[in-house]
């Protein structure tokens, strides 16, 4: 076995991680595009009521842009509203689009850079490297610690009515990503954890990932782990501890350049129904299923979760799969501490349910894929039947 297997490693060139630093976004962006003029600034009417998208909107016009605050994206956005923001910035001729929410607007925010301009529709860019041609100019603000999505070259768009589909491809990598916990102050207690979570499994997965497990995403995803289970607790208990808050951005940020490597699995892959059929929050989804898929690949997995165990749970002692085991429960005991819903029944969901959603999960082959273990669909069955 070739210890130092070939790989390859891509993100976002340009990083600011500067609490305060979105008070000075016009500069950050002028420096970056000195000829721009026009902003979309995407984000969702969540956040465009906390009144935090002000001090970044008046920064950039004090630099001379013409600021354009798009507030329509909805979570988990569906096709229609990724179409109505591409005629959005078409109708306002935007030649810089910056995302600033959570990742359902940064999503957003990467698919108008990529469509505003092309002539490519939207149905023909679902899937891995299918988009053509060059973006406009994007920079991505995360206003939740969870999604990783403003170093990430993903997209997912809700399809249809209930199912979900990634759009892959190099030009989602964002210009400029900047992490600004000033912004993320007022994100609720529930919220807090259940992005926090979804942060924390992409370290996970990404670190027991079967195909693009790499020397830099192992060493992204440990940081990223440490970071995010020292501080998800703290930062739910009192929002306003900035040193807390900036550390969530800067763990879910380096999880979320791991698992842009190193992709996620059998978590992401049953949450997605959940998500998709009750429209239960993204992390929810991702944290109701998690100790249950992890139980299930501990056979294969257990070696690598010893290793994390180590960084969560650093006095667990014994046998690997003990520690494994401890892993698990420290997963478990995060969701139990911040108070979010730790059973598929909390959310609505029910025993006749399980059939449809382990048909769907199924459907999610390219996550399936990259599981330490393979999943069968009596498995995913099970897995469900053990979150109810
Ligand atoms: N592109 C990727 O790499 C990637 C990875 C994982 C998930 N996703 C996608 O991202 C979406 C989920 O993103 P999310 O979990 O960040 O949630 P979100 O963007 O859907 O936002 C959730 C809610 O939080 C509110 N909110 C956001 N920031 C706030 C703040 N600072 N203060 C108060 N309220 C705030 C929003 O208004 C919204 O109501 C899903 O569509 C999911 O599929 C993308
Ligand atoms: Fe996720």
Do not use: W
Request: charged residues 15%; hydrophobic residues 50%; contains cysteine.
């Amino acid at each position: 076995m070739n210890d130092f297997p070939a790989f390859a490693f891509s993100t976002v060139a340009h990083i600011v991680s500067e609490l305060g630093a979105t008070r000075k976004l016009g500069e950050l962006v002028r420096a970056r595009f000195p000829s721009a003029q026009r902003v979309l600034l995407v984000t969702d009417p969540g956040f465009l009521k906390t009144g935090l998208v002000q001090a970044p909107a008046d920064s950039l016009a004090a630099a001379g842009f013409h600021v354009k605050i798009y507030s329509d994206v909805v979570a988990d956005p569906p096709e229609a509203v990724v179409l109505a923001a591409v005629a959005a910035a078409r109708g306002h001729a935007s030649d810089v689009v910056i995302g600033l929410g959570g990742g359902s607007s940064m999503d957003v925010a990467k698919l108008i850079a990529v469509l505003a301009g092309s002539e490519q529709p939207l149905s023909a860019i679902y899937g891995i490297g299918n988009v053509q041609g060059q973006r406009l100019p994007l920079v991505q603000i995360p206003t939740t610690a969870g999604t990783g999505s403003e170093v990430t070259n993903i997209a997912i768009v809700t399809t249809g009515e209930t199912t979900k589909m990634g759009v892959v491809a190099p030009q989602l990598y964002a210009d400029l990503a900047i992490l600004d916990a000033e912004l993320t102050t007022g994100l609720p207690p529930m919220v807090t954890a259940a992005t926090g979570i979804d942060a924390m499994v992409h370290a996970i997965e990404a670190y027991t990932s079967r195909h693009k497990k790499n020397p830099l995403s192992d060493m992204l995803a440990r940081q990223a782990l440490g970071l995010l289970s020292r501080n998800l607790i703290p930062a739910c208990e009192n929002g306003g501890n900035l040193a807390a808050r900036q550390a969530m951005l800067l763990g879910a940020m380096l999880a979320g350049q791991a698992f842009s490597n190193a992709p996620v699995a059998a978590v992401h892959a049953l949450a997605y129904p959940i998500g998709g059929i009750f429209h239960v929050p993204h992390g929810l989804s991702n944290s109701l299923v998690l100790p249950h898929v992890m139980r299930f690949n501990a056979p294969a997995a257990a070696p690598l979760y010893a290793e994390l165990a180590a960084i969560v749970v650093p006095h667990a002692e014994g046998s690997v799969e003990a520690r494994s085991e401890a892993l698990i429960v420290a997963m478990q005991q995060i969701a139990i501490i911040s108070g979010i819903e730790r059973s598929l029944q909390q959310v609505g969901i029910a025993e006749s349910d399980l059939d449809r959603l382990a048909d769907d999960a199924m459907l999610q082959t390219r996550l399936l894929g990259n599981n330490p273990r393979d999943v069968s669909r009596a498995d995913a069955r099970a897995i469900y039947a053990a979150a109810l």
